[in-house]
């Protein structure tokens, strides 16, 4: 079955940086787009980033907040996606979810301070 586990959220300051990994698992990796969502406390579901399947070459697309300071990438090989996330704000908190066509992980939780 389809299993996504992401990791590598935590605490940072205002400006700082961090990776986020998500391990996917049960289905075919490289033939599928694989998104990043976020939720902030109180707040909907948000799409963050994505990256195409193979037959879109993998494409990468954002949402505007993030534009220019996270970039998505995938490593086939390693059945993982990654989003790198620099210049981080406090509206950046929020718990980040790992997504593959309505599958989501249980999501790692990125807090940024003030």
């Known amino acids: 079955q389809v299993q996504l586990v992401e990791s590598g959220g935590g605490l940072v300051q205002d400006g700082g940086s961090l990776r986020l990994s998500c391990a996917a698992s049960g289905f075919t990796f490289s033939e599928y787009s694989m998104n990043w969502y976020r939720q902030a406390p109180g707040k909907e579901l948000e799409f963050v980033a994505g990256?195409?399947?193979?037959?879109?070459?993998?494409?990468?697309f954002y949402a505007e907040s993030v534009k220019g300071r996270f970039t998505i990438s995938r490593d086939n090989a390693k059945n993982t996606v990654y989003l790198q996330m620099n210049d981080l704000k406090p509206e950046d908190t929020a718990i980040y979810y790992c997504?593959?066509?309505?599958?989501y992980g249980q999501g790692t939780q990125v807090t940024v301070s003030s």
């Open positions: 990256s195409g399947s193979r037959e879109s070459g993998h494409s990468t």
């Open positions: 997504s593959r066509n309505g599958f």
